[in-house]
């Protein structure tokens, strides 16, 4: 007798070609590019958390966003982060999120989650190349320009 196990479906859909996609080359590139896809109207109240997926020549695959949290803090799962990953066959990944009371700085917090996600890329051969944490004002922090990636 068979036994009945569910059917696991893993898609990605590429709706615009790659040749259109766009390249990221500076952290400024990366700013750009999410805070087009931040909602302008919440940036400044809860925090998110916003992965870029890029594919080899480090050109943009999608933006996701992983978490929307609360005021001071939001979720950011290291294998929902990286099953997304494997599933749209993503090269390399820029993590990001914002701190709605405009504080530049990382915390602990933010540093440790870092590292985490960066240990966890290296295994699976998925490269971190930066996080960013965007503000309301436009202003953001690049942990690669700042040494800490």
Not at 106 to 131: E, F, M, R
């Amino acid at each position: 007798m068979k036994s009945k196990v569910n059917e696991i479906k893993v898609s990605y859909k590429e709706r615009i070609p790659a040749s259109f996609w766009q390249k990221i080359v500076s952290s400024q590139d990366a700013a750009q590019v999410l805070f087009e896809h931040w909602d302008k109207d919440t940036i400044g109240l809860y925090e998110s958390f916003k992965v870029v997926f890029l594919n080899n020549s480090n050109k943009v695959k999608g933006v996701y966003e992983l978490s929307k949290g609360g005021i001071t803090g939001t979720l950011a799962d290291v294998r929902l982060l990286f099953g997304i990953a494997l599933k749209s066959a993503t090269c390399a990944v820029l993590l990001s999120h914002n701190h709605p009371s405009g504080k530049l700085m990382p915390s602990g917090a933010d540093k440790d989650l870092t590292n985490k996600l960066k240990q966890a890329g290296d295994i699976l051969d998925i490269k971190v190349l930066d996080h960013l944490i965007l503000v309301p004002n436009g202003d953001y922090y690049s942990f690669a320009d700042n040494g800490l990636l």
